[in-house]
C-alpha cells in the first residue's frame, strides 16, 4: 500500500503497446490505486486530462513512432496550465541518456522510470512523489486557492531556509513574482538559482525576466546563451520566436517555431504556430504540411485554434483541392455549432464559406460576396485576426474582379485602424501576400499614423497640450487606431494637472479603446497563451 488514501486516487495510463498497458494497469491496482484509466495515443491522454482531474498520470515517452511524445505532453500541459500541480506525473522510457533525465527533472516534480521495472519500484516511485506533493502541501494548497502572495511568500520562505526542495520552491517563487509583474525581481531570483546550479531553465527564466521587464535586447543575447549551451532547449526557441514576432520579424520567428516543432514533434501549438507563419511567409507546401500535423494532432483538443482550420482551407484553395476546402469549411462548422454565441468563430466560418463558394462559382459572384462581408471593417469587434483573414480572401480574388477602389477602401480602413506597431503592420502585409497596391495603402497608412503620433507629440512639447490630445481624439476616432487613443490619453494624464477637462478627454480616450481596439490574441497566427516558454506551471485549480 502506497499510502493510506491510495484507494482513492484516479490514475491516467498513456502506453502505445496494449500489452504493456494491461500489465500496468495491474501493477497500479496491485500498489492500492483506486481507478486507472488506459490510452494509447497523446491526443487521447490530452483531450481526457482537459476534461477531468487524475492524481496520478503514468506516461511512456516513446509514443505515436515519436522519441519525443510523452515529453512533448507533458511540456504542453505543464505550458499551457491545463496539469494541476497537485497531480504526479511519473514519465515511463525504455532508455535513459542524460538529457531525458534532466528534462524529467526540470519539467516534472516526480520521476524517470526505465524499463523493464517491478511494480515495487513503481509504487515506490509514486509514493515518493505523493510525499513530496505532502511535504510541499501549504505552497500547493495556496496555489489551489489562488492565493498567489500567500504561495509565494510560503516557497520563497522554504527557499531561504533551504528546506526540502528548495531549489523548486525558488523557481516557483520566481514565476510567482513574473505573475505579480515584478520582473526585476524574478529576474533576481533567476539569477540567484543559476548561481547555484546552472540549469537552461534557470538561464531561460533570466531570459523572460528580462523580456517582460522591456529589455529585449539583453533578452535575446540571454537567449542565445541558452541555445548556445542547450540548443535542444525548444522553449528557448519558441520564446526566441515570440520575440521576433514581436518585432515583426516573421522570417526569423519561422526558422525559430521550425526548430521547436521539430524538437517536440507532439506539440500541437508549436506545430500550429510553425504553420501559421509559414502560411503567413507564403511557403505554402511547408505550412500545409504543419497545419495538416495539427489535424492529426487532435483538433479536438482544447489547445486546438480553429484559425489552423481556415489557414488550412486557404492553401488547399490555392492548391485547387475543392474536397480539401469543404472538409475544412465542415469541421468549421462543426465549431461553430460547438459555440454558437462565438464571434470569431462565425468569421472564421463566414470565410471558409466563401472560399467554398467561390469554388464552384464566378469570380464576379465571389467579389460581391466578398465586398458585403467587408462591411465587418466598421464594427467594434472587428480585430486584428478578422483584418487578417479578410485581406487574405482579397487576396485570393482575382486582381481584375477586385474592383480598384472597392479593395483599396478595404484595405485603407483596415490599415488606418491596425497600423499601430511595425510587428502589425507587417502581418497585414503578409496577410495580403505582399501584392499591389494593398502593400502600398498598408506602408501609407503605417507612415501616416506614425506623423500623427509625432506631431501631436511636438505640438504637446511646444506647450500646446490640449490641441495635442484633441488631435490625437479626433483621428483616433475616426480611424479607432489604438496608438493614437492610447497616446492621447498618455498625454492627458501626464499633464491631468494643469490640462483643463483632463479627465473628461482621459475617459473619451479609454472608452473608445475599450470599445473598437482589442488586444491582438493573434499576430501572424501565434497565440498569446496563458503560460511564457519555459515557464514553471503555478495553475491552480481553483483558477481553472
Not at 519561422?254 to 504553420?275: D, F, S, V
Not at 464559406?353 to 469587434?381: M, R
Not at 490641441?467 to 483621428?475: I, M, P, Q, S
Amino acid at each position: 500500500m502506497i499510502d493510506r488514501d491510495i484507494h482513492l486516487a484516479h490514475a491516467l495510463l498513456v502506453d502505445g503497446n496494449p500489452m504493456m498497458r494491461s500489465i500496468t494497469s495491474g501493477q497500479l491496482r496491485d500498489a492500492g490505486v483506486g481507478q486507472v484509466t488506459a490510452v494509447g495515443k497523446v491526443r487521447e491522454a490530452r483531450m481526457l486530462i482537459e476534461q477531468q482531474k487524475f492524481d496520478i498520470v503514468i506516461c511512456n515517452r516513446e509514443l505515436d513512432d515519436s522519441a519525443d511524445a510523452g515529453q512533448d505532453l507533458l511540456d504542453e500541459l505543464r505550458r499551457e496550465r491545463l496539469l494541476p500541480q497537485s497531480t504526479v506525473f511519473v514519465m515511463v522510457t525504455s532508455q535513459a541518456v542524460y538529457h531525458q533525465v534532466v528534462e524529467a527533472a526540470e519539467s516534472a516534480l516526480d520521476g524517470l522510470l526505465v524499463r523493464p521495472y517491478t511494480g515495487a519500484v513503481l509504487a515506490q516511485r509514486i509514493q515518493e512523489a505523493r510525499h513530496r506533493k505532502r511535504e510541499l502541501g501549504d505552497v500547493l494548497s495556496a496555489l489551489d486557492d489562488g492565493q498567489t502572495e500567500l504561495a509565494f511568500a510560503r516557497a520563497l520562505k522554504r527557499f531561504q531556509e533551504q528546506a526540502p526542495f528548495a531549489l523548486w520552491c525558488g523557481r516557483l517563487a520566481a514565476e510567482l513574482l513574473l505573475d505579480l509583474q515584478r520582473p526585476a525581481d524574478a529576474g533576481k531570483v533567476f539569477e540567484k538559482l543559476q548561481g547555484i546550479k546552472p540549469t537552461a531553465w534557470a538561464l531561460l527564466g533570466m531570459a523572460r525576466a528580462q523580456a517582460a521587464g522591456g529589455d529585449v535586447g539583453k533578452a535575446r543575447r540571454t537567449l542565445a546563451e541558452v541555445v548556445r549551451v542547450s540548443p535542444d532547449c525548444a522553449d528557448a526557441h519558441d520564446l526566441r520566436g515570440r520575440l521576433m514576432v514581436d518585432q515583426g520579424d516573421f522570417e526569423g520567428a519561422l526558422a525559430e517555431y521550425r526548430i521547436a516543432a521539430e524538437i517536440t514533434p507532439g506539440c500541437l501549438l508549436r506545430t500550429q504556430h510553425a504553420g501559421a507563419l509559414a502560411f503567413y511567409q507564403g511557403h505554402k507546401a511547408e505550412a500545409r504540411r504543419w497545419l495538416e500535423m495539427c489535424l492529426t494532432l487532435g483538433v479536438q483538443s482544447k489547445l486546438f485554434d480553429a484559425l489552423s482550420l481556415l489557414l488550412l482551407a486557404m492553401l488547399r484553395f490555392d492548391d485547387g483541392d475543392i474536397a480539401g476546402v469543404a472538409a475544412a469549411r465542415e469541421q468549421l462548422r462543426r465549431f461553430r455549432v460547438r459555440f454558437p454565441d462565438s464571434v470569431r468563430l462565425r468569421r472564421l466560418d463566414e470565410a471558409a464559406a466563401w472560399l467554398a463558394s467561390f469554388t464552384g462559382a464566378d469570380a464576379a459572384s465571389a467579389a460581391l460576396a466578398l465586398s458585403a462581408l467587408s462591411k465587418q471593417t466598421e464594427a467594434d469587434d472587428f480585430d486584428l485576426e478578422s483584418a487578417n483573414v479578410l485581406l487574405s480572401l482579397w487576396s485570393r480574388l482575382p486582381e481584375h474582379e477586385r474592383g480598384s477602389q472597392t479593395h483599396a477602401e478595404v484595405v485603407e480602413r483596415i490599415a488606418q485602424r491596425f497600423c499601430v506597431a511595425k510587428a502589425t503592420s507587417e502581418v497585414l502585409a503578409a496577410a495580403a501576400q505582399r501584392s499591389e497596391p494593398a502593400l502600398g495603402v498598408i506602408r501609407r497608412c503605417q507612415a501616416e499614423v506614425s506623423s500623427i503620433a509625432e506631431a501631436a507629440m511636438s505640438q504637446s512639447l511646444g506647450g500646446d497640450v490640449h490641441g495635442a490630445v484633441l488631435r490625437l481624439l479626433a483621428e483616433g476616432e475616426r480611424t479607432r487606431n489604438a496608438k493614437l487613443l492610447e497616446l492621447a490619453a498618455a498625454i492627458a494624464h501626464r499633464h491631468e494637472e494643469v490640462l483643463p477637462g483632463a479627465q473628461a478627454l482621459i475617459v473619451r480616450a479609454t472608452e473608445r479603446l475599450k470599445a473598437s481596439c482589442r488586444a491582438a490574441t493573434h499576430i501572424a497566427g501565434i497565440q498569446r497563451s496563458g503560460r511564457s516558454p519555459g515557464g514553471l506551471q503555478v495553475r491552480s485549480r481553483a483558477a481553472a
